[in-house]
Every structure is written in C-alpha cells, then in structure tokens.
C-alpha cells in the first residue's frame, strides 16, 4: 500500500509560481510512475503530467507544457510539480498519483494510488 500526501499548494497571483510537493510512504515509489492531476470546481479530474519510474520520460498536458515541470527524488520518495506563469485557469485540486507500471500514463484509471489533494488558487 502506497500513502500519498501532497503539500504546497495555496493562493498566487497570476504569473508566479508555486511548488507542489508528493511524499509517498508505505512502500518505495522508486519503480512507480507517477502522475499530477487537477480538479475545478465544476469539472472533471483531468490530466496534468507524469513521469516514468526512473524520471527519463515525462508527458504534459497541453495546456501546462511550458509552464510546468515534473521531478522525483526516489532517494526521498517524493515527487514534485513546480508551477511557473500560473494562470487563473490553472485553479484547482491537484492530486498526486501513482501507478504500479511505472510509466508515463495520462488516464485516471491507469493510477492505483491517489492521495487527498492540495489547493491551488491563482488570482487575476
């Protein structure tokens, strides 16, 4: 079993950064890939990005590609998601996910391990 919690979200004002951090615990992620998604008031949970097991491959969705950047320390069980040029559309719940593959995968479903969210709120 993999415990997930995500941490360092909060209120921005568009154009800054915020970093997200994913510890995982329970067992090693070093062989999971990983995964952000996002949820908005309203909307459904949609992909974000994801990183393969050994962080050599990573997918963005369009709509952060370029602003957005995936990393892992497998020395601290940890994933990271640094947020830059934050929109006011980029409000929302970012979850972390893992997934027993290891690899890049952009569908929920792909995901075994979910962990409760962090709130990222980007004023105009």
């Known amino acids: 079993q993999v415990q997930l919690v995500e941490s360092g979200g909060g209120l921005v004002q568009a154009g800054g950064s915020l970093r997200l951090s994913c510890a995982a615990s329970?067992?090693?992620?070093?062989?999971?890939?990983m995964g952000w998604f996002r949820q908005a008031p309203g909307k459904a949970r949609e992909f974000v990005v994801s990183?393969?097991?050994?962080?050599?491959?990573?997918y963005y969705a369009g709509s952060v590609k370029g602003r957005f950047t995936i990393s892992r320390d497998n020395a601290k069980n940890t994933v990271y998601l640094q947020m830059d040029s934050l929109k006011p559309e980029d409000t929302a719940v970012y979850y972390c996910?893992?997934?027993?593959?290891?690899?890049?995968?952009?569908?929920?479903?792909?995901?075994?391990?979910w962990g409760q969210g962090t709130q990222v709120t980007v004023s105009s």
């Open positions: 996910a893992a997934n027993r593959v290891g690899a890049t995968r952009t569908s929920r479903e792909a995901y075994d391990y």
């Open positions: 990183i393969s097991w050994s962080g050599g491959s990573t």
């Open positions: 329970g067992r090693t992620i070093t062989t999971y890939g």
